[in-house]
């Protein structure tokens, strides 16, 4: 007998909480390096482009790949016992990050990094949804995803507090460390906490799968299957994946360069950085994402089943000109330019995650969110660092001139953005119809 459609509970949001908290230290974990370009590059007689490796191809390499199997596995196992696993291992090689003494040692422990974080946001997405009903689904991906800019927020305010710490004479933490580099405390002290969390996460209960749908289900897809229906919704897919992949690039591209720029063309301190961009990241990045969500869910309440692109189409015209008028500003104006920019580059995400479980059959949920997470990763993460070094050290090769590469690639990737989503919009409401429609004996026959 099917079993009645639930509500989202008190549990459901509790769950939330506890998983955003992972993302939170997640992206702690991650987005640390930015801080540390200048004393990372001095010390390791490294390149901008060589630093960039570590940002994004390092990370990103694994983090794409692996999240494609473990997507797969999260629709077949108990998704809080993978969640688990991967924060204890992200958090020891975070830690181990802090141990490295060259280039190489750095690059394979942010490997291990992308390993253990590959783990995360697939399962996650996939037990949210079968917390909360279509209708919010939305506004609880968009609470999820506020560590993204949480943790990035943190990561920048955490690295420039600790790192003054460490570096003044009258430290404690020195003498206790030895003649270890200031950036290699920071990633040892921002690594260990989250085993504590790995055990939290553990306490979890697995949701059962499909319940919110009204038909709960064990059904274990064959990977031909999910091929199939993707491959038939191909445009839909391509585009809403293609689309927030320019985007995260944009993104990518200033988390892990505009604290250089404003380092190096503007005079600012690290600690300035930390406390101001990452401040503002940690305030107006989640009103963004929160603001995006609840838009989303409000369209589709309204009858739009293509909803979640339009915020994204809404978040692209906002980010290309607050970025524009963030990135020319004086600097006296740059504070409060900023502003905008950290909220319209969040804008869509609300929105981004919860618009592949929408068009995704329960089953394979986890596959798609993972291939999602593939492209997004693989493009935003490792392109978006990658071109703004590429363009700084070799079309405009002055160090100084960071600013005009970040411009450059801000403006190339919210027009593909924009063209994506453009493309994909009936297609995708055709999608959203058919996973509604989708029944696993029409599947399997």
Known sequence: MTPPTPRASWYGWYVVAVLMLAYVCSFVDRQILALMVVPIRRDLGISDTQMSLLMGLSFALFYSFLGLPIGRL????????????????????????????????????????????????????????????????????????????????????????????????????????????????????????????????????????????????????????VLRYIKSHRVAFLGHNLGFAFIALVNYAWAYWVPTWLQRAHAWTPQQVGLTYGLWTATFGVLGVVTGGWLGDRLARAGHPDAKLRVGLIGIAGELVAGLLFLLAPTEWMTVALIPSTFFASFGFGAAAAAIQEISPVPMRAQTSALYLFVINLIGQTLGPFFVAGLTDYVFKDDLRIGDSILVVTISGLILAAVSFRVALAPFRRAAAASQAWQPEAASG
């Open 74 to 225: 999260a629709d077949r196992a108990s998704r809080r016992t993978i969640i688990s696993w991967g924060i204890a291992i992200w958090s020891l090689m975070t830690a181990f990050c802090g141990l490295a003494r060259n280039y190489g040692q750095l690059f394979l422990a942010r490997m291990g990094v992308g390993v253990g974080e590959a783990a995360l946001s697939p399962p996650a997405y996939s037990m949210i949804a079968d917390y909360f009903p279509r209708e919010r689904l939305g506004t609880a991906i968009g609470v999820y995803s506020l560590g993204i800019y949480l943790g990035s927020g943190l990561a920048m305010m955490l690295g420039g507090w600790i790192t003054g710490r460490v570096s003044g004479t009258e430290s404690w933490m020195v003498p206790l460390l030895g003649a270890m580099r200031p950036w290699q405390v920071v990633f040892l002290i921002i690594g260990i906490p989250g085993l504590l969390l790995a055990l939290w996460t553990a306490t979890l209960r697995e949701p059962v799968r499909g319940a919110m749908g009204g038909r709960a289900t064990t059904v274990a897809l064959p990977f031909k299957e």
